[in-house]
């Protein structure tokens, strides 16, 4: 389906992903404004992509797999306004890790990653791919931020609480850590369901993970002040 942001049009239709809070929640959290090149992993229909250019002045290179979902977020980028800072690349993250070189590296990654190791998987194939790991493992994950980020960049993810405790196991055996993470909280009085992390390489000084919360909505179902100042740049009733 399609959605109209304040400043740019998302078609989502041959995505595997629609649009949804969780990515646009990622993609107005992210600490990307200073950043000069950005690396979306899995860029589906574009959304983060997007948003990063909207936030930043930043080259904006976006990876993404799947053929049908790469050929709709060429299309989301040539209609905005920043598509002369837009570059797609149809391919598996692993392969284009391969390619990297030095003067490649990015400032920041976003990522919103197949996050389901075990269950039953979506009927949709594409959808199925965007939603489980079997398309890019957290190890896999890993691994490419690892090998693209810059020395002193940042990695910006979002992930089902369910899923943190696998992820942090195998990121304590990554060369990178946990430096912030943000529990996101659908409605006020219930438990995180997601978590916002942001990774940096073990070299990085900070030594203790910063910790915060992100409500979204009041119990009356309207949101939060705190969601409003993360969205009010891009939702257009706000």
Partial sequence: MAFTFKQFHIDDMNCGMAVGTDSVVLGAWAQLTAAKTVLDIGAGSGLLSLMAAQRSQAHITSVELDT?????????????????RLTLVNSSIQDFCQQIEYQEYFDHIICNPPYFEQGTQAIQSQRAMARHTDSLSFTALLDAIHVCLA????????????????????????????????N???????????????????????IATKISDITIRELSGQYTQTMVQLIRDFYLKY
């Fill in 68 to 84: 049908s979902a790469a050929e709709a977020c060429q299309h989301n980028f040539h209609n905005s306004p920043w598509a002369n």
């Fill in 151 to 182: 020395p002193q960049g940042n990695a910006s993810l979002i992930l089902p609480m369910q899923s943190m405790a696998r992820f942090n196991e195998i990121l304590t055996h990554s060369p990178l850590s946990l430096i912030e993470m943000t």
């Fill in 184 to 206: 996101l909280i659908s409605i006020v009085g219930k438990s995180a369901n997601r978590a916002l992390c942001v990774l940096a390489h073990k070299t990085h000084p900070q």
